[in-house]
């Protein structure tokens, strides 16, 4: 897979394509129904598949910090998109010349100069330009008159609903892992490189493994049974927190995972971790010694768990 940022790294060799556009945030049910017809149709044509998508998210340009949390940062979408057999993933920065371009200078910069689109996939409620001015109709008809063609897909849904971004977010938000994996089509996890942290679970005698999160919350919080996988493909029980610890007046979110069992340096390495059952919700602990306390007695309930004696 070939990422490209940016317009002014298209080069000829990306000319020709089959392509589609989104933000692709957490890479769910419906976006690989849509990846799934970009790359039937790129096998029909001979050609490679673009997915195109942005940098930030178009909401965290507009609302900042008042934008949805992401269900997965950048580096893990692209290597979502990968595993889903996408030849290219174009990152445009969503910034203000962006969002001012219009519907046209899109379809010209973009579909006509940058990548030569032969066919552009969209969802059926694709808009594009400034002032969301352009729809399918308009990418149909230029279609037309440039030679390429167009298709959209349809909703996707799952228990009569829509499977959308928002509403894997909020059924994470209530703590509901079967519901979000149900229109993800896996278990919600969270991939990132092992961070030094406050070294205090080394103090409570609980050592945890820090993994960044940079500046973009979960939708998660809380304390959860976890199955983390290590940069070698080894699967490790464990048990995680990941909110803004106010015992210790946190002041960013973090997630920190207790992994059983395990005595090694995992710092700079790549680490996902799968949430498998809620235990129970962050708050706040007389002293450092009642959260110790506390600690342990996760650490139990996470092992009755996996050993299969709780519900």
Do not use: W
């Not at 609903?161 to 509901?176: E, G, H, K």
């Amino acid at each position: 897979m070939e990422l490209i940022r940016g317009l002014h790294n298209l080069r000829d060799k990306h000319r020709g394509c089959v392509a589609t556009i989104g933000n692709f945030d957490g890479v769910h049910l419906g976006h690989r129904r849509v990846l799934d017809q970009v790359k039937q149709k790129g096998q029909e044509l001979g050609l490679p598949t673009v997915a195109i998508t942005f940098e930030p998210q178009p909401q965290e340009f507009f609302s900042g910090n008042a934008a949805p949390r992401r269900l997965t940062r950048f580096d893990e979408k692209v290597r979502l998109l990968t595993k889903e057999g996408i030849d290219r993933v174009l990152c445009l920065s969503f910034n203000e010349r962006l969002r001012n371009m219009t519907a046209d200078q899109f379809i010209e910069r973009l579909l006509l100069h940058g990548l030569a689109v032969k066919h552009f996939v969209v969802g059926d409620d694709f808009r594009f330009g400034c002032d969301r001015s352009g729809d399918y109709n308009m990418l149909a008809t230029a279609g037309s008159k440039h030679g390429f063609t167009v298709a959209h897909t349809a909703t996707f849904q799952v228990d009569g609903d829509r499977v959308s971004s928002t509403r894997i977010r909020n059924l994470l938000a209530a703590s509901d892992l079967a519901g979000a994996a149900a229109l993800l089509g896996r278990p919600y996890a969270i991939c990132g490189r092992v961070v030094v942290g406050q070294q205090l679970g080394r103090q409570l005698g609980v050592p945890t493994a820090n993994v960044r999160m940079h500046r973009y919350p979960s939708p998660l919080s809380g304390v959860y049974a976890v199955l983390a996988t290590l940069a070698d493909g080894r699967t490790v029980q464990g048990v995680a927190n990941i909110g803004m610890r106010p015992t210790v007046n946190g002041s960013r979110p973090v997630l920190e995972a207790h992994l059983f069992d395990l005595n090694e340096n995992l710092y700079g390495s790549l680490l996902k971790v799968e949430f498998q059952r809620l235990l129970r919700h962050e708050r706040r602990f007389d002293g450092l010694d009642a959260l110790k306390q506390q600690i342990h007695a996760d650490i139990d309930e996470a092992r009755a768990f996996f050993e299969g004696r709780l519900n």
